[in-house]
């Protein structure tokens, strides 16, 4: 069966090193399931403790690329979250095709440097279970449909 890639990919605003946009992209197994809205709660509140405890390392352990999550730590310019974030909306994102699925959140916070942001996390299945596709998610994210990333895809549409 052929593997299927991820056709969702995460935009951060703010990294210098990539203009100002970074194309984060995965590959998950056709075989993978999409993460449940329990399972993309769980990983967030992971990925927030972690964070909280400014622990880049504890944090990339739930991404979907580490060296993906690496990038948008350096993106943080030293910033981590504080407060828990909130959930204001929530979306599963189909496979279609060759492109497999997602589970998308919409949160919002402050961080600990006083900056407000709101950010779309996805989690996707990866052959290590559900995995964050953009565990930094206190960088303002967003999510782009393919690979334009200047066209952000509305989760809470």
């Given at each position: 069966m052929k593997a299927r890639t991820a056709k969702w990919f995460v935009t951060a605003a703010g990294v210098a090193a990539l203009a100002g946009a970074?194309?984060?992209?995965?590959?998950?197994?056709?075989?993978?399931?999409?993460?449940?809205?329990s399972e993309a709660q769980a990983l967030l509140t992971d990925a927030w403790e972690r964070g909280a405890a400014h622990d880049g390392a504890g944090v990339c352990d739930y991404a979907s690329a580490k060296a993906n999550c690496r990038i948008q730590l350096e993106g943080a310019d030293g910033a981590w979250p504080?407060?828990?974030?909130?959930?204001?909306?929530?979306?599963?994102?189909?496979a279609d095709g060759e492109y497999s699925g997602g589970y998308a959140l919409r949160v919002e916070g402050v961080d600990s440097n006083g900056q407000a942001y709101a950010s779309d996390v996805l989690a996707i299945g990866t052959e290590d279970g559900p995995r964050l596709m953009n565990p930094v998610f206190w960088n303002s994210t967003g999510i782009a449909n393919g690979n334009d990333t200047s066209a952000t895809f509305d989760v809470c549409a």
């Open positions: 970074t194309l984060l992209s995965a590959t998950a197994n056709s075989s993978e399931p999409v993460p449940s809205l504080t407060d828990e974030p909130l959930i204001t909306c929530d979306r599963e994102l189909a």
